[in-house]
């Protein structure tokens, strides 16, 4: 099994960036799946951005497009970094990770929330 933890929230001035990390141990050998959720005050959670950690496949809410990108490096740690933030980003960022996930089945797995393991998640509040 995998397991994730969140780091990098925050609070932040409208317009600043911020950079969430997540940092997955465990069976980490295996090909396994990364993906961002979040949720805003009053609202479901929701689906953000995606990676596969074996060989980098990528989804992104396509309304997140242009100040959301997803990244991941070699030590088991994926990125979400986020610029422009505005007063709609304040919430709750949770990390979630699925073994066996492919870059087939990335993007349903991220609309249905099909994942195994979830961090705790990661405040981000920003101010005026």
């Known amino acids: 099994q995998v397991h994730v933890v969140e780091s990098g929230g925050g609070s932040v001035q409208a317009g600043g960036s911020l950079r969430l990390s997540c940092s997955a141990s465990?069976?980490?050998?295996?090909?396994?799946?990364i993906a961002w959720f979040r949720q805003l005050p009053g609202n479901e959670r929701e689906a953000v951005a995606g990676?596969?950690?074996?060989?980098?496949?990528r989804y992104l809410h396509t309304p997140l497009q242009g100040r959301f990108t997803i990244s991941h490096d070699n030590a088991n740690n994926v990125y979400l970094d986020i610029k422009n933030l505005g007063p709609e980003d304040n919430g709750t960022y949770s990390c979630?990770?699925?073994?066996?996930?492919?870059?087939?089945?990335?993007?349903?797995?991220?609309?249905?929330?099909?994942?195994?393991?979830w961090g705790q998640g990661t405040q981000i509040t920003v101010v005026p």
């Open positions: 990676i596969v950690t074996s060989g980098g496949a």
């Open positions: 465990g069976d980490t050998s295996s090909a396994y799946c």
């Open positions: 979630a990770a699925e073994p066996g996930c492919s870059a087939l089945n990335l993007g349903p797995k991220i609309v249905r929330q099909e994942f195994t393991s």
